[in-house]
């Protein structure tokens, strides 16, 4: 059981907007910047989102992120069939003082 | 090219021990903070290790404390897992990953390929 909480599986058309949550406590998300990461089986994951809402370089503007409390989300705008993979959220854990990440959610793309 | 590429993967029994490196390439490692992060089998992310840059400040998973170290050296721009009293639950692919901001853990932007560990009998 993660720490971290995000649902199992996700799913949009293409063109459409989905929302991945991803619920925390005050010691991880309450406390720390939240990362969101891109996994597409087989390969090596991938950074999407840090400090909550930056992208790194290269990463398109169709993903996004926020945070509010201890909750984040991550939204994907525009949703193409690459997009169809893997998303995990991850924040440091003062309790553990660790990094700590969520259980991974499956984005379908229909 | 920014490069991470780990080795040291291998099949070994329960009990045994293990030591990888991650050689990294094209940035300035002293610079940054490292972690190793593993995957089970079928499973999600989850986050081994972590050092500081300068190799002084380290943290571990709970899941991994006392039988795992992690260990850097900047001058040949490596970092380790010396990997001890191994379980068959620490089988996964083990991915060295770097830090996207210099001193600090804000997010992990450059990953390896990843080094298959197997711990069975």
């Known amino acids: 059981q993660s720490v971290l909480t995000q649902p199992p599986s996700a799913s949009g058309s293409p063109g459409q907007r989905v929302s991945i949550s991803c619920s925390g406590g005050s010691s991880n998300i309450g406390s720390h910047t939240v990362n969101w990461y891109q996994q597409v089986p087989g390969t090596a994951p991938k950074l999407l989102i840090y400090?909550?809402?930056q992208r790194p370089s290269g990463v398109p503007d169709r993903f996004s992120g926020s945070k509010s409390g201890t909750s984040a989300s991550l939204a994907i705008s525009g949703l193409q069939s690459e997009d169809e993979a893997y998303y995990y959220c991850?924040?440091?854990?003062?309790?553990?003082?660790?990094?700590?990440f969520g259980g991974g959610t499956k984005l379908t793309v229909l | 090219e920014v490069q991470l590429v780990e080795s040291g993967g291998d099949l070994v029994q329960p009990g045994g021990s293990l030591k990888l490196s991650c050689a990294a390439s094209g940035f300035t490692f002293s610079t940054y903070a490292m972690s190793w992060v593993r995957q089970a089998p079928g499973k999600g992310l989850e986050w081994v290790t972590g050092l500081g840059n300068l190799g002084v400040n380290t943290y571990y998973a709970d899941s991994v404390r006392g039988r795992f170290t992690i260990s850097r050296d900047n001058s040949k721009n490596t970092l380790y897992l010396q990997m001890n009293s191994l379980r068959v639950e620490d089988t996964a692919v083990y991915y060295c990953?770097?830090?996207?901001?210099?001193?600090?853990?804000?997010?992990?932007?450059?990953w390896g390929q990843g080094t298959t560990v197997t711990v069975s009998s």
């Open positions: 990953a770097k830090e996207i901001v210099p001193g600090a853990l804000n997010g992990m932007d450059v």
């Open positions: 991850a924040a440091w854990d003062d309790s553990l003082t660790g990094r700590v």
């Open positions: 400090r909550n809402n």
